[in-house]
């Protein structure tokens, strides 16, 4: 392990990246004007920290949304037929 800022920082070789996720992460990384071990720092803290939805906010959240567009034009019946019938 390595100290910077006062922190030990561990160091990790990723090998055998496919050549397209390579690319890909490249391409992500020039977007966020971060080098390529940035990225991956940040793809992998993202992953790490991803958090458990709280239920009870997200079903407010979506029962809010639906007020909201209570007043579509076609009912969920009518919806869901024309989603079986393949025409949505």
Not at 14 to 32: F, H, M, T
């Amino acid at each position: 392990m390595e100290l910077q800022g006062g922190f030990a920082m561990a160091t990790v070789t990723v090998k055998n990246i496919p050549d397209e996720l390579y690319k890909r992460l490249k391409s992500v990384a020039e977007i966020n004007r971060r080098s390529i071990n940035s990225e991956i720092i940040v793809c992998i803290e993202n992953v790490v920290a991803s958090r458990r939805i709280n239920l009870d906010e997200t079903i407010e959240t979506v029962r809010r949304l639906r007020q909201l567009t209570s007043k579509h034009p076609i009912s969920d019946g009518k919806f869901n037929q024309a989603k079986a019938e393949g025409r949505l």
